[in-house]
């Protein structure tokens, strides 16, 4: 997994680096000498967001300047890293207020990242002279987590890899895991992650890590994890499966937030649960029109093969009912319809508690990490009935975000306290600090949220 990277504590040969929105700059630039207001002039800039610009100096740079927009967003600092030159080593010229330093390294730490796993970089970032630490670094590492899985093609990422992830950062954080694999799903009440997992030469398995202590309230992470969708049966076109190794991104996000919990101590009694498989294509596949069981004792009829992240989710989500929680949160690159409605850079929150989907609103504005909230409507549910079984595991192409989180929700015990977030888990191409491939969105925001519930 990929180390954070743009950082030194090396001063030999650092260069001043002005940080400046548009009105810092325009009062800065009338007290520099001639030469450089000339050569800054000549060059139009600005400080305009996401710029950057070198100052000459007598024997070749003299510092550099980096344009910023908004000052509370990490993103507005993440294009320094790759618009500096390659290598070079920069310290700040003015002191930055705790709060803005703290962004700057979190976009610093984030803009330097480029997935290197299958070849080299094609160029260093430029390092900043500074050592995040403390939450900073825990949230820097957490975001990589994401992209690294993400990004990961299926043959080195599959639910035995996963697996792999969960227990790693068990080990590393004193935590307990378990994981229920193939066969052991049926034995073990797990009957609908086995139905989807079950065509596949990787076995299926639910994965459990449990942290924390009991005296402390209870909190329930779950993570859609398939780790290839092929759409089944109900085979996917070659454009809508050529990413879908980003299927497992639900999964990524929920053991990247384990994992920073974990590292900050935060005071709850923790589970995750990641529901493991590769919806494959093969004899043994599930079918439409099969019904298949549920934990829960509710009969599923299967419209469609490729609505099969829910189909797993839904045994994972009653088993964390099972633990009487405080609070379920789930993760899942659940459906396409949620990218129609709002793009791939707002997550779909759904809630059936108002004052939690406020509190993920509102630290998803704090951190600029946004959430945008979707209705639970109801009445929708007529889109899920089926003929001869409780419910279908698809239906009309009506409110199609909407009808997937209605069928995650009748799997949680009446009052249960429950978010799902419907991500997309990826960036379609570059902008500063978000290279193309996967992308953690909402994560941070969620540990905001958490924090603010539980610290």
Request: net charge negative; aromatic share 8%.
């Amino acid at each position: 997994m990929s180390t954070i990277t743009g950082f030194t504590s090396d001063t030999a040969h650092a260069l001043p680096l002005h940080v400046f929105d548009r009105a810092q700059f325009a009062q800065w630039l009338p007290q520099q000498d001639e030469a450089t207001r000339n050569w800054l002039q000549a060059q139009g800039f600005t400080a305009s967001a996401h710029s950057a610009v070198l100052l000459a100096g007598t024997h070749g740079l003299a510092g550099a300047i980096i344009g910023v927009g908004d000052r509370g967003d990490a993103y507005s600092y993440a294009h320094a890293p790759h618009a500096l030159p390659e290598g070079s080593t920069w310290q700040l010229a003015t002191a930055l207020p705790e709060a803005e330093q703290a962004l700057l390294e979190l976009g610093w730490g984030l803009g330097s990242y480029r997935f290197d796993r299958y070849r080299k970089r094609n160029r260093a970032p430029a390092r900043l002279l500074a050592t995040p630490s403390g939450e900073v670094a825990d949230l820097i590492a957490a975001s990589l987590r994401v992209r690294d899985w993400v990004n990961t093609p299926t043959e080195d990422m599959g639910p035995q890899q996963l697996e792999d992830a969960a227990r790693q950062l068990a080990e590393t954080h004193g935590a307990q895991l378990e994981a229920i694999t193939g066969d052991a799903l049926l034995e073990r009440g797990f009957p609908a992650i086995h139905a989807v997992g079950r065509a596949s030469h990787r076995a299926p398995r639910l994965i459990v890590l449990r942290w924390g202590r009991s005296t402390d309230p209870k909190l329930v992470l779950v993570g859609k994890g398939v780790c290839f969708d092929t759409g089944g049966l109900d085979i996917k076109p070659a454009d809508g499966m050529r990413n879908m190794k980003k299927d497992m991104g639900g999964a990524a996000h929920a053991l990247a937030l384990a994992g920073l919990i974990m590292a900050r101590e935060l005071p709850v009694q923790l589970t995750l649960l990641v529901p493991a498989v590769e919806n494959a294509i093969g004899p043994d596949a599930f079918r439409p029109g099969e019904v298949i069981a549920t934990r829960k004792g509710l009969s599923i009829e299967i419209d469609n093969t490729d609505a099969e992240g829910r189909v797993i989710l839904c045994d994972a989500l009653t088993f964390a009912g099972e633990q009487q929680p405080d609070l379920v949160l789930d993760f899942a690159t659940l459906t396409g319809a949620a990218r129609i409605a709002l793009g791939p850079d707002l997550p779909a929150l759904f809630s059936n508690d108002d004052a939690l989907a406020q509190q993920w609103l509102q630290a998803g504005e704090q951190t600029r990490d946004p959430v945008w909230r979707m209705p639970l409507w109801r009445p929708y549910l007529r889109y899920l009935s089926s003929g001869i079984a409780d419910l279908a595991n698809a239906g009309s192409r009506m409110a199609g975000s909407v009808t997937a989180a209605l069928y995650l929700e009748r799997f949680l015990e009446e009052g249960q306290r429950w978010a799902h977030l419907d991500v997309y888990a990826w960036n379609d191409g570059e902008r500063p600090g978000r290279p193309a491939g996967g992308e953690a969105l909402a994560l941070r925001s969620a540990w905001t949220m958490l924090k603010a519930r539980y610290a």
